[in-house]
C-alpha cells in the first residue's frame, strides 16, 4: 500500500502558480509532520515545507516564505502546497515526506529531518519553472 501519493506539478512560466497535492495513508496522517522535500538536478535536498496533522503548526524554508502556504484536509488526509510567485529557481522534482511525531519535535525541527530521517515518501513530482 502506498502511503503518500503525490499530484499536481508541471510547468509553468517565472510568476505563475501551481499546486501539489498529497494523498496520505490515515497511518502516514495522523499526528505527522508532513512536508515537501524538493531536489533540483546537481543540487542537495531541501526541505521547503512542513505541516503538523496534529496541530496545524507549519514551518517554511527562507526561499519559500511569504510565496508557498501549506495545508491540511483533515477529512481527505491530504497536504496542499500552494506555490505562488514561482522562478525558476523552483524547478525541481518536489517529494511528499511523513514523519510520525516524536515527543517535543517542533515542526522546525521536521523540516530538516524530513530529508532523511522519514517514516514516508512519495515517488515525487516534477515542478519546472521556466524564465
Known amino acids: 500500500q502506498k502511503q503518500l501519493v503525490e499530484s499536481g506539478g508541471g510547468s509553468v512560466q517565472a510568476g505563475g502558480s501551481l499546486a501539489l497535492s498529497c494523498a496520505a495513508s490515515e497511518y502516514a496522517y495522523k499526528n505527522s509532520h508532513i512536508g515537501w522535500v524538493r531536489r533540483a538536478p546537481g543540487k542537495e535536498r531541501e526541505g521547503v515545507a512542513v505541516i503538523f496533522t496534529g496541530g496545524g503548526n507549519t514551518y517554511y524554508a527562507d526561499s519559500v516564505q511569504g510565496r508557498f502556504i501549506i495545508s491540511q484536509d483533515n477529512a481527505e488526509n491530504t497536504i496542499t502546497l500552494q506555490m505562488n510567485n514561482l522562478n525558476p529557481e523552483d524547478t525541481a522534482m518536489y517529494y511528499c515526506?511523513?514523519?510520525?511525531?516524536?515527543?517535543?519535535?517542533?515542526?522546525?525541527?521536521?523540516?530538516?529531518?524530513?530529508?532523511?530521517?522519514?517514516?514516508?515518501w512519495g515517488r515525487g513530482t516534477q515542478v519546472t519553472v521556466s524564465s
Open positions: 515526506a511523513a514523519r510520525r511525531a516524536r515527543p517535543g519535535e517542533t515542526a522546525v525541527q521536521a523540516l530538516g529531518l524530513l530529508m532523511y530521517e522519514y517514516d514516508h
